[in-house]
C-alpha cells in the first residue's frame, strides 16, 4: 500500500469558520463582530464577523457587488456601520484616529497627478501627509520603480501605477496595508510583481488585507482566507487549512473488492465518494487520508494507492456559495 500526497500534508488545525476567538482578539490586527452596512433597502455587508491575524496576508475575496469594498470603507471609517463593531489594530472603529496613522490604503484605482514624475507624485503625498520625504526612494526601490521613478506617471503602464499606488499607501510605513483589488487589469506578469512585492511587505512584520476577485490570484499569495458572498462571510480562516479540508482523495486498488471495502469504510465516514472503474473519489479534508490508509489495512484492503489532492479554491468558493457549508 502506498500513500502519495500530491502536495505537502494538511495540517491538523482546524480553520476558523466564520468567527474570531473574542479572546485572542489581540492577536488580530482586524476583527468585526456583525458588522452591517446597508445602502437604502440593499444590504452591502450583512453580520460580518471575521478575525486577521497580524502578520499575515489576508485575501478578501468575492464576485462583484459582494461587499469587498464597502467593508474596506467601514474598516477606513470612510462610511458609518448601521450595526455591529470592529476593532483595527487593537483600537475600536469610533477611535480612526488612534489607529488610521498606522494603516496604508488604497482602495480601487489610485488617483495621480499624471504630469508628475512618480518620485514627485510621491514626495507631494508625502509632504501633503506629513510623512518624511526621505523614505520615497526606499519606497520606489520596493515596488521597483526607481529606473522610472523621474518619468511622468501619465507615460506609466497599468501595472506601474499599481505598483506606485502601492508605495503610496506604504508612505505612513504602515503596520497594516489595506489593498483593494491591486491586481486589477495586470497581466500575469503584473499580478506576480504585485504578489513579490507583498510578500516583501510582510517580511517588514506588515498585516496585508487585500481584496480581490481572482481566487487563483488569492491562493497563491495568502496566508489567511475570506470568502465574502451577498455580503456574509462564508468562510474565514487559514488558507492553507481551509483548502486542505476541501480536499479529495482519490484511490485506486488492485481489484474491485477491495475498492468495495474502503468505498464502504468512506461511506461509514460520512464522506461523499463516486467511482470510477478502478478508482475512487472521495471529498474529504485531507487529513481523513491517515484513518483510511489505516482503516483499509486493519480490514484487509493492502494493495491500494491514495492519493491526496487539495481542492482549488475555485472549487471551494463554488461548494460555499452552494450552501455547502463546512
Ligand atoms: N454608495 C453606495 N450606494 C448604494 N449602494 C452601494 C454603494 N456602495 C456599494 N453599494 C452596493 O453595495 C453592494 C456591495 O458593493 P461593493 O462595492 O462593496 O462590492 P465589491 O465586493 O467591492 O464588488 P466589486 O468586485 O465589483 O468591486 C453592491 O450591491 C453595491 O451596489
Ligand atoms: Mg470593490
Redesign the pocket.
Known amino acids: 500500500m502506498s500513500f502519495s500526497p500530491d502536495r505537502s500534508q494538511a495540517s491538523e488545525a482546524a480553520p476558523v469558520t466564520g468567527s474570531a476567538p473574542g479572546s485572542a482578539s489581540g492577536a488580530f490586527a482586524i476583527a468585526t463582530q456583525g458588522l452591517s452596512k446597508r445602502?437604502?433597502n440593499?444590504t452591502?455587508v450583512d453580520g460580518l464577523t471575521i478575525g486577521i491575524p497580524a502578520g499575515t496576508i489576508a485575501g478578501f475575496v468575492?464576485p462583484?457587488?459582494?461587499?469587498?469594498?464597502?467593508t474596506i470603507r467601514l474598516l477606513l471609517g470612510l462610511v458609518r456601520p448601521n450595526a455591529g463593531s470592529a476593532t483595527i489594530l487593537g483600537h475600536p472603529l469610533t477611535a480612526s484616529p488612534s489607529y488610521l496613522p498606522r494603516v496604508g490604503a488604497l482602495i480601487e484605482a489610485p488617483a495621480f497627478y499624471p504630469s508628475l514624475s512618480g518620485r514627485t507624485n510621491l514626495e507631494v503625498l508625502a509632504r501633503l501627509g506629513g510623512y518624511p520625504t526621505s523614505r520615497v526612494s526606499e519606497l520606489l526601490e520596493v515596488v521597483e520603480l526607481s529606473d522610472r521613478a523621474r518619468d511622468r506617471v501619465g507615460t506609466y503602464s497599468l501595472g506601474m501605477k499599481q505598483r506606485l499606488g502601492v508605495a503610496m499607501a506604504l508612505l505612513p510605513d504602515p503596520d497594516l496595508l489595506i489593498l483593494d483589488?491591486p491586481a486589477n487589469g495586470l497581466d500575469p506578469l503584473g499580478i506576480i510583481g504585485i504578489r513579490d512585492l507583498l510578500r516583501r511587505v510582510r517580511e517588514q512584520g506588515k498585516t496585508i488585507l487585500l481584496s480581490s476577485?481572482l481566487l487563483g490570484e488569492l491562493e497563491q499569495v495568502t496566508d489567511w482566507l475570506i470568502m465574502l458572498h451577498q455580503g456574509k462571510a462564508l468562510t474565514c480562516g487559514s488558507t492553507r487549512d481551509l483548502l486542505a479540508q476541501r480536499g479529495e482523495l482519490v484511490v485506486e486498488a488492485g481489484d474491485a473488492m477491495q475498492l468495495d471495502l474502503v468505498a464502504r469504510i468512506v461511506s461509514e465516514a460520512d464522506y461523499v465518494v463516486t467511482r470510477e472503474d478502478r478508482t475512487l473519489h472521495i471529498a474529504c479534508p485531507a487529513t481523513f487520508a491517515e484513518t483510511l490508509n489505516r482503516q483499509a489495512r486493519e480490514a484487509g484492503a493492502t494493495n491500494l494507492t491514495i492519493r491526496v489532492k487539495e481542492a482549488s479554491l475555485e472549487q471551494l468558493f463554488l461548494a460555499l456559495v452552494k450552501g455547502d457549508r463546512s
Not at 64 to 70: I, Q
Request: charged letters at 20%; hydrophobic letters at 20%.
Open positions: 445602502f437604502g440593499r452591502a468575492g462583484n457587488g459582494a461587499g469587498k469594498t464597502t483589488e476577485h
